[in-house]
Each structure stands twice: as structure tokens, then as C-alpha cells.
């Protein structure tokens, strides 16, 4: 247990804890460290055939990048790390499969998170999105070309464009998710499906997700260009007014005026 995240073992499953729902689970670089750490604990441990991560409380699984850290300068990547991405996770691959366990809302980051994991099982009141378009940003934890790769390319393509979420039902509908549960039952429905997993030979399933993701050493090579791509294009865009004008009219609680320059 860390105050950032926490960690558990359920038999054979690890299960990750994003521990601050005080701030809707956002991420900092403590929990970019504690979340990063244990997931590669996991991938060492033979003892670990699954990973199911989820976020503390009821309210939000994910509210992607903690602003307030960002403000004050805050790394937000892991200490030693940093090429594991947002929540030491994303760009974070290990063989073990992995499931998200999401309670609440996962927008921006934590639709991520979701895109991220092998799994997704989420509760009735869960929506997931990508509003970065709406602050002057893009999803650049990934989220911009795998949601193009696990949704038919135009629902995806209007998620990115209009920035509005979708429910778990329509989620489940598009295949973006695996289940819905009642809420309060969701890391439990993901625990069971974990169990579903590890009742299989566990050197063949982690195999088989190294071939399915085309994984050596850790390395999926063909994200590789998508990954330079989107960290190209969010620098450039940093350098933007309207980049500068989302966040300031979000905080001043106005609408942005956009200049395209």
C-alpha cells in the first residue's frame, strides 16, 4: 500500500488500486509510480497470471491528468520510468493480461487507462470519452489511434471530434468494453473474469497475448510510429493559443474562444 495506489493479491491476481478518490483517482506522478511499479511487479512474479486495475471509491475509475500537479510543475510520469507513459501504464506493456475495473466516469486519461488494458468491465453509470478537443488538446496518452483500432473507425472518429462521452451500454454496444455490471459489483465482475483467465495454463495465454499484440521485449513495434506521431503533434500543439485558451476557460468557468492559431 502506497498513498497513491495500492496493491492486492486475489490468488493469482494482482489487483491495482488508484487511491485518491478525493481527486476522482487523478494522476499525479506518485500514482504514475505506484501504478507503474506494481505492474511491472507483476509481470516478474510468476506467481501474478492477471492484473486487474481499478480506482478507489465510486465516483470517478479515472479523471486522467491531475491538473492542480500540472499547474505546480508536477512531473506526472513515473520516477525512473518515464517512457511508461501516463500512470506508468500506457506505454506499459507486459504479457500478463489485464483487465479495467471501471466505477464511474473515465474521461480523457481514464479512457485511456481503459483503452490500454486487454479487458474492460465496467459498471451501469461508467461513461468513457475523450473531451480533450475541448481544452485546446488531444488524447495523447494513446487514446487518439487505439480508440480508432477497437471502435468502427466513424464512432470512433466522432468521439474524437466532438469530445462527448458515451454510456457503458453503448460502449458495450461498439465492443469498446467487455461487460456491464450494477455498479458497486465491478471489481468483483472483473475479479471473476480474471479467474476465468488464470484457470488456463498461464505460460500459453501469455504467449498468446505476446503473438495476438505482435509484443518483443516489451515493445509492441508497431505502436512505436503512432506513439512518435502523437508526441510530435502534442508538442507542436502546446505551442498553439487555443492551447493555452482551453484550460484558461476552463478554469475561469467560460466558454473558449477559439482563433486556430
Known sequence: MTDAASVERRGNVALITINRPEARNAVNGAVSTAVGSALEEAQ???DVWAV???GAGDKSFCAGADLKAISRGEDLFHADHPEWGFAGYVHHFIDKPTIAAVNGTALGGGSELALASDLVVAGQSATFGLPEVKRGLIAGAGGVFRI????PRKVALELIFTGEPITADEALKWGLINQVVPDNTVVEAALALAERITVNAPL????????AYGADDGIIAAEEPKWERTDREFAELLKSDDAKEGPLA???KRQPVWKAR
Open 148 to 151: 480508432v483500432e477497437q471502435l
Open 52 to 54: 486487474v486495475i481499478t
Open 204 to 211: 500459453s495465454v501469455q504467449a498468446s497475448k505476446r503473438v
Open 44 to 46: 516478474r512474479d510468476p
Open 250 to 252: 476552463f478554469a475561469e
